[in-house]
């Protein structure tokens, strides 16, 4: 019962897509060489470094999980809104706690 999209809204989604991954493939590679630049480079901060490395990949797991099991839920049993709801009430938490 639904209408095939149209040629232009399939370039727009697959041009969408081009721009979301190479947004991605920047901000992922970047982000843990930034973090490392904070951290002290001598001998003895080896174990700092890595604890960074481990709370970097598990912090961005425990999004993903959140993002695929939580949020997924959320909007299946409660709505859209409720989904997206969610989603900006934790982005405006996130702006508010990086500003000092």
Same mark, same amino acid.
């Given at each position: 019962s639904c209408s095939s999209p149209t040629t232009?809204?399939?370039a727009f989604l697959?041009?969408?897509? /081009?721009l979301m991954a190479i947004g991605t493939d920047g901000?992922?590679?970047s982000s843990l060489a930034f973090g490392m630049d904070q951290l002290c480079r001598k001998?003895?901060?080896a174990a700092i470094i890595e604890s960074y490395?481990?709370?970097?990949?598990?912090?961005?797991?425990v999004a993903v999980l959140f993002g695929i099991t939580i949020l997924v839920y959320l909007q299946e049993n409660l709505g859209w809104k409720v989904g997206f709801g969610v989603l900006?009430?934790?982005m405006f938490i996130f702006?508010? /706690?990086t500003f000092p």
């Open positions: 232009t809204q399939l697959y041009v969408s897509y /081009g901000v992922k590679a001998e003895k901060d490395f481990n709370w970097s990949y598990a912090s961005g797991l900006v009430v934790l702006i508010v /706690g």
